[in-house]
Structures are given as structure tokens and as C-alpha cells.
């Protein structure tokens, strides 16, 4: 456009001298007036077309610049989620998770004594083929400020509720508060579901003292999140009072069943791929019918995990260890007694595990009766959802009676391959 505007300039200056040169000075001078003024007047038109086509220009990029923008932002919101026209296709998104999970196991062990053959609150059997459980796990969160977890057990003999509990969260005083049926918070591995143990079976201190259920109950508790203590970079306590009993430490019977706990948790970060944490826990309750003699476990737990950031999918190094003291009144006299196991998993790769665990535990009620052994395990995990495991375990004990039970208990040799798989979001995570 510019271009054109000077040929036209160039073109008018020199006509102008033509003209001046055929015409006489008066007439020229007069005639170049008028030319330069029709010459002003054409580059003010010309000058206000070039400014106006100079708008429409802008405006027409402008334009397309925003189209472009409404096309990218209709894909995005397009792919952010599903959308739902009517109030019935709207139910489905309350829906809770649902999952399944399914414990198998064979076995065979070199003792043929009931108290190791025969599944009890001591032992899941073994010389035989059994579904350890098939567990239902419905999870939700109800609204903005709470969730809700259930889990359903079923085995041959019965269906039980495994745990079903309401919580919320982020109250005052950096609290979430717990309602219903749980796990108690105490040490590392009593709110551990039994698919997700690092090896088959519980460690026996927890057996002796718990027996294979877990210390919990109906109840409330209260977990609080703590400013950092003893210089660690995180501290929590948890404070548990429920309606429980094992019929071990502590009695099934009872009017009132009442076990209280307290569990206080410092975390460290070593480094950027390590991380420990050490627990101190307590719960106390009665362990007659009569509820006139009372029973304590206190428990110290140790945990270190390395997890190298850009290798998580294939190393892993987890060490835990737990100690426990026992206090055990009875009309005799208060009984001592005192366990501990010590726990090493480590991720060979993206499918295999092997891991080991040592056990020590006396019977909380006779510390002249004790049980020590060692497991070694090696886990494949076809996937996320399903893992097979193989266990061997040899136990040592010096027992002469456990209730119901009449020893001696021999030594013994077993194997056990155990097959887990899952259905869902809710895994073999720890939990």
C-alpha cells in the first residue's frame, strides 16, 4: 500500500513539471497551486483508507486469535469430566468403591499336633487347602468434611465385619476424629489387613499378646497431628478408647470389655530416598470376666524404608522392628513377659520380593512358656492385583500349655504358598 501511495506521488510531480513546461509562468504557477492542492487532498483520502484497512487488519487478527482461544478451551473442558443431564444418571457418581480381594493358601507342616493343624485364634492352619478370607471393601467419601470405610469378612464359617467406621477430618486442633468399628493405632502392623502382612502370618509376639485378631473394637479415637518434636519432621499422637478384647491380654467376656491406647509417632526424612519413623504405644484393660485384674502392653516400634526416587518401581530396602513388655495381673501375682520380631523385605526388581522375619514372644500370662522361629519369603507379583507367595517357617517353642491346648508343642517345619488377588481400587497397599 505504501508503495503505491509514493508511485502516485512521483507520478503527480512530474505531470506537474510537464505542464509547467507546455504553459506559460502565470498559468503555470496557477496550475501548480491547484495541482498541489487536488495532490493534498488525494494523500489525506489515501492516507485515511490506509489507516482504516490498518484497523480492519487488527480487528481480523484479533478475531481469529480469539477463536482459537474458544477452540482450546472447549477441548479442555470437553476432557475434564463426565457430565450428567439428568438427576438418575447422577446417582451412580455416589456410588462408594467397591473391591474384592481373595486370600488363598495351601500348606504343609511337619507336626501334626492340633494346636499348629487345626485353625484357631493361634493359628490359621495348615496340612490342608483353605480360603483364608474373601474380604468386601466398600470406601466413600460422604461429603466434603468426612468418609466413610467398610470391610466385610467372609470365610467358611461365618461373615463378620472386618472394620466399618466413619472419620472426619481437619477438625480443630489438627484432629481427625474416628467412630465406629476400626483397628486401634498401635505399633506398626496391627491395622494391617492380612493380604497386605510382608509375610504370610502375623509375628507371633502379636499372636501371644492379640492373638490373630486385631487389637481394636466398636469406639472413638482421635489422631493429632503434633508441631514437629525431638526433631523430627513430623509428629502424631493417637488416643483410642473402645469396647474390644481378644480373650488374650485382655478378656472377651467382660460387662464393659473397655481397652484404651495411646500411640505416639515421630518421623524422620534421612534423606531423599529414606525415611524412619519410631513408635511408642500403651493400651491398658481388664483380662477376667469379673474385671477385677487388669492387663498392659507397651510397644516399641522401629521402621526404615529406602525408596530411590527414579527406582521405586524396582528397589525397595524396608526393615521393622517391634519390641513389646507385658504387665499380666492375676491372684497369684503380676506376670512379665516381653516379645519381639524383627521384619527385612527387599525388592529384587519390578516382580519379586524376598524377605525374612526372626520372632521371639512368651506367653503374656506365663513367661516361662515361649515360641521362637525364623520365616524366609519370596513374593512374585504378576501385577498389582495378584501376587503369589512362598513361605517357609521354623518354629521352636517351649510350650506346655496354652488354653484349650495341651502340650508339650514339638518343633516344626513348614511351607506354605499363598495366592492373593484383587478386584478394584483398593489393593495390597498397606493399610
Known amino acids: 500500500m505504501c508503495k503505491r501511495i509514493c508511485k502516485l506521488i512521483l507520478f ?17 504557477v496557477d496550475s501548480t497551486n491547484f495541482k498541489i492542492e487536488q495532490l493534498e487532498q488525494s494523500l489525506q483520502e489515501l492516507q485515511q483508507i490506509l489507516n482504516e484497512q490498518q484497523q480492519e487488519d487488527e480487528l481480523q487478527r484479533l478475531m481469529e486469535e480469539a477463536q482459537a482461544l474458544k477452540s482450546v478451551d472447549k477441548k479442555e473442558e470437553m476432557g475434564v469430566g463426565k457430565k450428567f443431564h439428568t438427576g438418575v444418571r447422577q446417582q451412580a457418581g455416589l456410588n ?52 466413610g470405610k467398610s470391610f466385610l469378612s467372609v470365610t467358611e464359617e461365618a ?17 481427625n476424629l474416628k467412630v465406629g468399628l476400626f483397628n486401634a493405632e498401635f505399633g506398626i502392623l496391627n491395622r494391617y489387613h492380612d493380604h497386605a502382612l510382608p509375610q504370610f502370618d502375623r509375628p507371633r ?71 524412619f519413623e519410631w513408635r511408642w504405644g500403651v493400651v491398658g484393660g481388664y483380662n477376667d470376666e469379673e474385671e477385677e485384674n487388669s492387663s498392659l502392653v ?22 521393622k522392628t517391634e519390641f513389646m513388655y507385658g504387665l499380666y495381673e492375676q491372684p497369684t501375682g503380676t506376670v512379665y513377659s516381653k516379645g519381639v520380631y524383627s521384619s527385612l523385605q527387599n525388592k529384587l526388581n519390578a516382580r519379586w520380593w ?40 521354623y518354629m521352636q517353642r517351649n510350650l506346655n500349655d496354652i488354653r484349650d491346648y495341651w502340650g508339650p508343642f514339638p518343633d516344626s517345619h513348614g511351607f506354605i504358598v499363598q495366592v492373593n488377588w484383587a478386584m478394584g481400587p483398593h489393593k495390597h497397599e498397606a493399610y
Open 354 to 393: 524376598v524377605s525374612a522375619r526372626v520372632d521371639y514372644a512368651e506367653l503374656p500370662y506365663d513367661n516361662q512358656q515361649h515360641e521362637q522361629g525364623i520365616s524366609l519369603a519370596a513374593d512374585y507379583w504378576q501385577s498389582e492385583f495378584v501376587y503369589i507367595r512362598f513361605q517357609y517357617q
Open 96 to 147: 462408594p468403591n467397591l473391591s474384592v480381594s481373595g486370600d488363598f493358601f495351601a500348606g504343609i507342616n511337619s507336626s501334626d499336633d492340633d494346636y499348629i493343624r487345626q485353625p484357631s485364634d493361634h493359628s490359621y492352619g495348615t496340612n490342608t487347602f483353605d480360603l483364608r478370607e474373601l474380604e468386601l471393601s466398600l470406601v466413600a467419601p460422604l461429603d466434603p468434611f468426612t468418609r
Open 298 to 319: 507397651a510397644n516399641l516400634a522401629l521402621n526404615v524404608k529406602w525408596i530411590p526416587a527414579d527406582r521405586a518401581k524396582y528397589r525397595t530396602i524396608d526393615w
Open 205 to 275: 509376639v502379636l499372636v501371644h499378646y492379640f492373638s490373630l485378631a486385631y487389637l481394636g473394637g466398636f469406639g472413638v479415637a482421635g489422631n493429632f497431628l503434633l508441631p514437629p518434636l525431638f526433631g523430627a519432621d513430623a509428629s502424631m499422637l493417637d488416643l483410642t478408647l473402645c469396647r474390644g478384647g481378644n480373650g488374650v491380654s485382655f478378656t472377651n467376656e467382660g460387662k464393659r470389655q473397655l481397652l484404651a491406647a495411646a500411640n505416639y509417632t515421630n518421623y524422620y526424612d534421612i534423606t531423599r530416598n529414606t525415611f
Open 159 to 175: 461373615i463378620s465385619i472386618e472394620e466399618a467406621y466413619l472419620e472426619w477430618l481437619n477438625l480443630p486442633l489438627n484432629m
Open 12 to 28: 503527480a510531480h512530474v505531470f506537474s513539471l510537464q505542464i509547467g513546461w507546455t504553459q506559460s509562468d502565470s498559468t503555470a
